[in-house]
């Protein structure tokens, strides 16, 4: 169904002109018209849905799908970094047009868009969680260390469990950098 009174109904359909960068019979992909950055496209359903929560699955799925198609060929025709794919639903979130569309936003390293979240401050509570998962995080590494620094016990365990010693000391590496960041 269309919604006479949504300018992205008249969009998708072409029944007002627009930049279009791709059409198939479900979709139309339009250039926006206050770009976050340039290259800065929306995907629109031909059909009206206010927002995902309305979405038939099915386009909800094909429309995932061709933000994948299209920023594969976006990323090597702008030669971009990468891409962030933005979706709103409800005022609250930011949406300001009610017609279900997927922002995809090239991007360029060091470039200076803004998405326009902060991240939240710690509480206490999870302020003292997290020193506690970097505390038990360290004793652990360290405990793994002397285990593999120990030729005895490296020679005589079954080389698979001391491999798994080996990646499980790697990926604790890897998330107390995450978590210290
Ligand atoms: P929302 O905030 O609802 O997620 O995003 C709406 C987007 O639609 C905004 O980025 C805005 O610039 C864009 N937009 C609003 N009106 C028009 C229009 O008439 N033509 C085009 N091409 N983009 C529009
Ligand atoms: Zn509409």
Redesign the pocket.
Same mark, same amino acid.
């Given at each position: 169904m269309k919604d006479n009174n949504c @300018?992205?109904c008249k969009?998708a359909n072409g029944e @007002?002109p627009? +930049?279009t960068i791709y059409e198939d019979e479900d979709f139309r992909v @339009?250039?926006? +018209?206050?770009? +976050?950055a340039k290259g800065?496209a929306?995907i629109l359903p031909k059909e009206h849905y206010a927002n995902l929560y309305e979405l038939d699955d099915e386009l909800a799925g094909k429309s995932m799908i061709l933000a994948k198609k299209m920023i594969t060929k976006l990323t090597k025709a702008l030669d971009c970094d990468g891409y962030n794919i933005?979706?709103?639903n409800g005022e609250a979130a930011?949406?300001?047009?009610?017609h279900y569309?997927v922002?995809m936003i090239p991007r360029h390293k060091d470039d200076k868009v803004g998405l326009g979240w902060t991240m939240h401050e710690l509480t206490e509570e999870e302020k003292a969680l997290k020193e506690k998962q970097i505390a038990d995080l360290k004793a652990s590494i360290e405990r793994r260390k002397k285990l593999l620094a120990n030729e005895n016990y490296v020679s005589k365990a079954p080389a698979a469990l001391v491999e798994k010693e080996r990646l499980t000391l790697a990926s604790e590496i890897e998330a107390l950098e995450l978590l210290e960041k």
């Amino acid at each position: 169904m269309k919604d006479n009174n949504c @300018i992205f109904c008249k969009l998708a359909n072409g029944e @007002i002109p627009t +930049a279009t960068i791709y059409e198939d019979e479900d979709f139309r992909v @339009i250039l926006d +018209a206050n770009p +976050a950055a340039k290259g800065h496209a929306l995907i629109l359903p031909k059909e009206h849905y206010a927002n995902l929560y309305e979405l038939d699955d099915e386009l909800a799925g094909k429309s995932m799908i061709l933000a994948k198609k299209m920023i594969t060929k976006l990323t090597k025709a702008l030669d971009c970094d990468g891409y962030n794919i933005v979706q709103n639903n409800g005022e609250a979130a930011g949406q300001t047009v009610f017609h279900y569309h997927v922002h995809m936003i090239p991007r360029h390293k060091d470039d200076k868009v803004g998405l326009g979240w902060t991240m939240h401050e710690l509480t206490e509570e999870e302020k003292a969680l997290k020193e506690k998962q970097i505390a038990d995080l360290k004793a652990s590494i360290e405990r793994r260390k002397k285990l593999l620094a120990n030729e005895n016990y490296v020679s005589k365990a079954p080389a698979a469990l001391v491999e798994k010693e080996r990646l499980t000391l790697a990926s604790e590496i890897e998330a107390l950098e995450l978590l210290e960041k």
